[in-house]
T-cell receptor, first 113, second 111 residues
Framework: DGGITQSPKYLFRKEGQNVTLSCEQNLNHDAMYWYRQDPGQGLRLIYYSQIVNDFQKGDIAEGYSVSREKKESFPLTVTSAQKNPTAFYLC????????????FGDGTRLSIL | GQNIDQPTEMTATEGAIVQINCTYQTSGFNGLFWYQQHAGEAPTFLSYNVLDGLEEKGRFSSFLSRSKGYSYLLLKELQMKDSASYLCAVKWNTGFQKLVFGTGTRLLVSP
């Protein structure tokens, strides 16, 4: 079945450590997105990519990095510079037709040890 | 700015009808999505509105007034499984499908 796969489902980070969240899609979508969700807040855009080898900062990109080497994959690295990384991270993808909805993965919950 | 306002929380009874409102800045508006999200899960798409009027999909309907910067999601014949957060997301004329999400409305359906 087509969809978006995020892994791991739960992740723990130690102080000063970088961690990478995986996102893979087989929907043949050109665009991919990373969002962060905190309690009581809406989804906030971290990074997005319209096409392979290109990506743009979203509203809260500081302390995060991404790569888009393949159409299917858009990993997110939470660096040690992100001082408050505890959150629910959601990856999404969408086609060029902007009237079509974005499709979301099941999310990764990141916590600090 | 691109502010989106939704009520934080609503309660309703099984079998009833509930309306969840969403207001947004009209300048540059280019479409509005409603998503349902159960706790700890991925948001799932419910509806899309870009023109004025009502879109009906089974028990769920969504309405849009572009001139008023207003949308609502109407849920009929409420079921316990409808207890979830409902996210309003707006697309503005940024040349790309970048969405801005409201904070979501948490709906609690009681027996």
């Amino acid at each position: 079945d087509g969809g978006i796969t995020q892994s791991p489902k739960y992740l723990f980070r130690k102080e000063g450590q970088n961690v990478t969240l995986s996102c893979e899609q087989n929907l043949n979508h050109d665009a991919m997105y990373w969002y962060r969700q905190d309690p009581g807040q809406g989804l906030r855009l971290i990074y997005y990519s319209q096409i392979v080898n290109d990506f743009q900062k979203g509203d809260i990109a500081e302390g995060y990095s991404v790569s888009r080497e393949k159409k299917e994959s858009f990993p997110l690295t939470v660096t040690s510079a992100q001082k408050n990384p505890t959150a629910f991270y959601l990856c999404a993808s969408g086609g060029w037709d902007s009237n079509q909805p974005q499709h979301f993965g099941d999310g990764t919950r990141l916590s600090i040890l | 700015g691109q502010n989106i306002d939704q009520p934080t929380e609503m309660t309703a009874t099984e079998g009833a009808i509930v309306q969840i409102n969403c207001t947004y800045q009209t300048s540059g508006f280019n479409g509005l999505f409603w998503y349902q999200q159960h706790a700890g899960e991925a948001p799932t798409f419910l509806s899309y509105n870009v023109l004025d009027g009502l879109e009906e999909k089974g028990r769920f309907s969504s309405f849009l007034s572009r001139s008023k910067g207003y949308s609502y999601l109407l849920l009929k014949e409420l079921q316990m499984k409808d207890s979830a957060s409902y996210l309003c997301a707006v697309k503005w004329n940024t040349g790309f499908q970048k969405l801005v999400f409201g904070t979501g409305t948490r709906l609690l359906v009681s027996p």
